[in-house]
């Protein structure tokens, strides 16, 4: 098959991951990766990479969290051709894997809600993390990783809650503590180094369950 082809399927496959990621939150799905080495975005891994390849293009605008910009800035606006603007302005917030705390916190306590006549113009903030896991897949055990965090989605597209696993928890923190008015609101959608993808619509309430091996 042709390369180029191939890649047009990945990305249209990756696509409707995430499309499920969204119709189901905090239920993870899994996203084909491409060969070879990611270069095009200095400083991310390819599920992030393949985040902005499918979302940001040349109609809309994106922000880099705070502190990580400077090249990943320069290389998004070259491929994507999308305009660069403030955080609190953006379409797209893109969060790289080894953002800081405060970093995450502050992409998120800035990202724009929308208004009221205009709630599609919230954000969608795109955060790299080191994993993401369901629940039985072994994740659970202090051993395999003391610091992954259980996430409990409540709310539409959600029959009682889905619970995740995810290695860091300031992206939650910092959503929390936002006082957005359905509708208007952000939209956060996670990627994990082995292209895990999870999705948290503004419509969704999320609690912190416990760190690995305290779940209950």
Same mark, same amino acid.
């Given at each position: 098959?042709?390369?180029? %082809? ?29 060969? #070879? ?10 599920? %992030? ?20 910009? +400077? =090249? %990943? ?12 603007? %403030?955080?609190?302005?953006? =379409? ?6 080894? !953002?800081? =705390? ?10 724009? !809600? ?16 080191? $994993? ?11 051993? #395999? ?9 409540? #709310?539409? +597209? ?6 995740? +696993? ?5 992206? @939650?923190? @910092? $959503?929390? $503590? ?16 082995? #292209? ?16 690995? +091996?305290?779940?209950?």
């Amino acid at each position: 098959m042709d390369a180029a %082809l191939s890649e047009i399927h990945r990305i249209q496959r990756s696509f409707r991951a995430v499309m499920e990621a969204m119709a189901r939150p905090g239920r993870p799905t899994m996203m084909p990766l491409a060969a #070879g080495a990611q270069r095009r975005y200095p400083g991310i891994r390819k599920p %992030l990479a393949t985040l902005i390849d499918m979302l940001v293009d040349q109609a809309t605008t994106f922000s880099i969290a705070n502190g990580c910009d +400077g =090249a %990943l800035a320069d290389a998004v606006s070259a491929e994507t051709h999308a305009r660069r603007v %403030l955080p609190d302005q953006s =379409a797209f917030v893109i969060v790289p894997e080894d !953002a800081d =705390a405060p970093c995450v916190e502050m992409a998120v306590a800035h990202a724009t !809600a929308g208004s009221l006549i205009a709630p599609e113009t919230g954000a969608t903030i795109l955060i790299g993390c080191g $994993r993401i896991a369901m629940r039985g897949d072994g994740a659970e055990s202090p051993d #395999g990783n003391p610091n992954m965090h259980w996430v409990s989605v409540e #709310g539409p +597209g959600v029959k009682e809650s889905h619970v995740f +696993g995810v290695d860091r928890i300031d992206w @939650a923190w @910092a $959503r929390n $503590r936002r006082e957005d008015e359905f509708p208007c609101g952000i939209d956060i959608v996670l990627a994990d180094e082995q #292209g895990a993808v999870v999705a948290v619509p503004r419509t969704s309430f999320v609690s912190l369950l416990a760190v690995a +091996g305290g779940a209950k």
